[in-house]
């Protein structure tokens, strides 16, 4: 949300807000690293406890997850826009919207690009299971090795990709799934490696310090240098996919049951998705159609992303899941296939 702060308005936070413009981007990547690890458990684990995969079942539950809420914002901006459909510019938009090809065709708000990239690596990690799953497992489970070595390649295929890429054109490129994707890889190697016996105890060994320490000097290029650069466009953003990595090793070493304290951004980590898909329409309300005090304006889009994303949250999305998951019922517990490193 920092990074969409305007800095001629922020004053004496300026300097602070600076830093988190510059590298609040890795939100997105650090969103990639976890989707990939949750998505590819689940895919893993149903296979593992009923012998297939039901993608039916798969893709109703995720649309049915992605699509209510992202439709609660653009429909609007579209009913209240109907005569600019001849625009073709607004047209390329409203299909990228509705199609999930923003980061291809157009987008109406600047972070659903985000989404394109979601829906895709959906298709990938669906089709990869669906086709070499049970190979997956059973080599995993024999050489672990392999795995480690696929995504490596898989990293470095990305980051050549990035490099061969025209510099002037990258900026723009960045958006794109075939050059960003590897965000999720990490995630999907973690949710390999834990299914291991020995490496999931190599990773309980591991100290959360260290890791941690790890993770922010992959990450911190991105709050010094600006994203803009060649380094960070190619090299950065490989660096930025490990750091995020090594977050999610660190999340996944927390004890399921957490201290008090932690509940409540908990409850916001929950309703996660609807915050930010409102963040920007707020975000454009108090920086560009209000005026007001840098404060108030900060402060009001701060407190109002996070309200209207726990109501929309709330009311919209959490009944329609909640049926999702009456009607189409997962074929296994979510927590049997997301496996932490503290569970046995």
Known sequence: MARHLELDRTGWLSPLISVFRKGGWIGVNLFFAL??????????????????????????????????????????????????????????????????????????????????????????????ALFFGAQIIRWTARFPALAIGFASSGMVGFLILRLMADPERVPSLLYKTHLVADGFIPGVLASLLVRNTVWKQRLNGWSVRAILLVGVIFLMPAFLIDRSTHFMLTWGYSSVCIGSGCLLLVALKLPDHLPTICHWPMKIGAASYSIYLIHIPIAIVFFDLVNMSDFLAILGYVLCSLVAGLLIFRLFELPILTWRDRVFPSLIKTRSAIIGLNRQ
């Open 35 to 128: 989707s990939g690890y949750l998505i590819f458990s689940l895919l893993i684990g149903e296979l593992q406890v009923t012998g297939r995969l039901n993608l039916r079942r798969f893709y109703v539950r995720r649309a049915l997850k992605i699509l209510p809420p992202l439709y609660l914002i653009i429909l609007p901006v579209i009913v209240l826009r109907i005569f600019d459909l001849n625009d073709r510019e607004f047209l390329k938009a409203v299909v990228g919207e509705l199609t999930f090809l923003q980061n291809y065709v157009g987008r109406m708000f600047v972070h659903t690009w985000s989404l394109g990239v979601e829906e895709h690596s959906y298709i990938v990690l669906s089709t990869l």
